[in-house]
Nanobody, 115 residues
Framework: QVHLVESGGGLVEPGGSLRLSCQAS????????MSWYRQVPGKQREVLAQ?????????QDLNTMKGRFTFSADIAKKTAYLQMNNLTIEDTGVYYC???????WGQGAQVTVSS
């Protein structure tokens, strides 16, 4: 069993930044893919970035959301990160970490962008 815990969410003003963390525990050796998703109000949950084990065993940065978000993973710390910059009100939502195979989800981290 894989257990995921997200942290780092909160309230931020437009243009601000947040860094989300996803700490994995349990049967982490079974993880092949780690992903970040988000669900904004009124929309379906969408994938932001995925990191596939085996492509790069060291920290790997993926830029998404027009370069505003960066996904990285620290293998030694068993943690994935989502650095979010230049946040807008439209980024408000719940952000989830996911590990596969097994469809393991974290509890979600609320991100609220508001002035």
């Amino acid at each position: 069993q894989v257990h995921l815990v997200e942290s780092g969410g909160g309230l931020v003003e437009p243009g601000g930044s947040l860094r989300l963390s996803c700490q994995a525990s349990g049967s982490i050796s079974s993880i092949d893919i780690m992903s970040w998703y988000r669900q904004v109000p009124g929309k379906q949950r969408e994938v932001l970035a995925q990191w596939r084990l085996g492509v790069d065993h060291t920290n790997q940065d993926l830029n998404t959301m027009k370069g505003r978000f960066t996904f990285s993973a620290d293998i030694a710390k068993k943690t994935a990160y989502l650095q979010m910059n230049n946040l807008t009100i439209e980024d408000t939502g719940v952000y989830y970490c996911k590990a596969d195979p097994g469809d393991h989800w974290g509890q979600g981290a609320q991100v609220t962008v508001s002035s």
